[in-house]
């Protein structure tokens, strides 16, 4: 990918993301995401995005109605079992992405699977950790309602 003629807005729904990323109090690293929509607020553009995860021992069998899970390879850039975690939203500015991209640390790893919007709306109603309002937020950035 040419970072000088990289542009977010030309990442689509459902892409799966790979990118620098840093959490408060964590050591930075390659995180995957799964792109939701694009949105503006003032003149700052961003990617609403939802974290997936290899990390599927911290996950207790009620937080799971609220996640997808994959099965090592079932998609093929989860290498490990995988959680998508839809409680786990987060804006990534574009000028982030932008960034990165500059740096070699972000690329497009492929696209869900077809089922994967019916499978996150599914997730996203069953959950019990999720609070109504964002239950409603995370749907309705794919075009769906409570």
Not at 47 to 64: G, N, P
Not at 80 to 91: A, F, K, Q
Not at 111 to 140: G, I, Q, Y
Request: aromatic letters at 10%; charged letters at 25%.
């Amino acid at each position: 990918m040419n970072p000088q003629s990289f542009d977010p807005q030309r990442v689509g729904r459902y892409a799966v993301i790979r990118v620098y990323y840093e959490y408060a109090n964590q050591p930075g690293g390659e995180k995957l995401f799964v792109v939701l929509k694009h949105a503006q607020l003032g003149d700052r553009t961003f990617c609403w995005c939802i974290k997936a995860t290899s990390q599927v021992q911290r996950f207790t069998d009620e937080m799971l109605k609220g996640c997808i899970f994959y099965k090592a390879k079932e998609v093929a850039f989860f290498d490990l079992d995988t959680v998508v975690d839809t409680s786990n939203m987060l804006p990534l500015l574009h000028d982030t992405l932008k960034k990165e991209a500059t740096n070699g640390r972000f690329c497009v790893e492929g696209k869900m699977p077809s089922d994967f919007h019916e499978r996150f709306v599914k997730a996203v109603r069953a959950s019990t950790t999720l609070e109504p309002k964002k239950k409603a937020v995370l749907l309705e950035a794919v075009g769906e309602s409570l």
